[in-house]
């Protein structure tokens, strides 16, 4: 488990201000890594279905405190899961009730991979409907998505 510490964010921050003024601070990125020895999750599909590649409840809980104290809008995790040798899934959006193109899963050697976008509004709500993740390097461009 990962801990922030406000005392290196300070720090960044300070050397940010300094040497790079312009830049603003967004939000942060991370990643949950899953396999089965550590976490018994089995498989890929397993991983989408119970959305492990979403936030989990306390990376919501450390967004709420930091969204007032650093205008906290965007957050990126990368979900990693090892496959059986050989298998791939289909690189694709992830596509549910609650997200259009937040999410793309693409696979690499025996990994899959998702890239998921956390986008907080203005009311302080996920506003992930109206994100779309662009990756041109790994085929996930603008001409993928659909006219709304």
């Given at each position: 488990?990962?801990?922030?510490s406000?005392?290196?964010?300070?720090l960044?921050?300070?050397?940010?201000?300094?040497?790079?003024?312009?830049?603003?601070?967004?939000g942060?990125?991370?990643?949950h890594?899953?396999?089965?020895?550590?976490d018994?999750?089995?498989?890929?599909?397993?991983?989408?279905?119970?959305?492990?590649?979403?936030?989990?409840?306390?990376?919501?809980?450390?967004?709420?405190?930091?969204?007032?104290?650093?205008?906290?809008?965007?957050?990126?995790?990368?979900?990693?899961?090892?496959?059986?040798?050989?298998?791939?899934?289909?690189?694709?959006?992830?596509?549910?009730?609650?997200?259009?193109?937040?999410?793309?899963?693409f696979?690499?050697?025996?990994?899959?991979?998702?890239?998921?976008?956390?986008?907080?509004?203005?009311?302080?709500?996920?506003?992930?409907?109206?994100?779309?993740?662009?990756?041109?390097?790994i085929?996930?461009?603008a001409?993928?998505?659909?006219?709304?």
């Amino acid at each position: 488990m990962v801990q922030p510490s406000a005392e290196a964010f300070q720090l960044k921050r300070g050397l940010i201000d300094r040497f790079r003024p312009e830049l603003e601070y967004l939000g942060d990125f991370h990643s949950h890594p899953y396999d089965l020895v550590n976490d018994q999750v089995k498989s890929a599909l397993e991983v989408e279905r119970k959305e492990y590649y979403r936030f989990s409840p306390s990376d919501i809980t450390h967004v709420k405190a930091l969204k007032a104290e650093r205008n906290y809008r965007v957050g990126l995790v990368t979900t990693v899961f090892k496959l059986a040798e050989g298998m791939r899934r289909k690189d694709e959006y992830v596509r549910t009730d609650t997200e259009n193109y937040s999410c793309i899963r693409f696979s690499y050697d025996d990994f899959t991979i998702w890239i998921k976008a956390h986008v907080y509004g203005e009311l302080n709500a996920i506003d992930d409907q109206r994100v779309a993740l662009l990756c041109p390097a790994i085929g996930f461009h603008a001409g993928m998505i659909e006219a709304q």
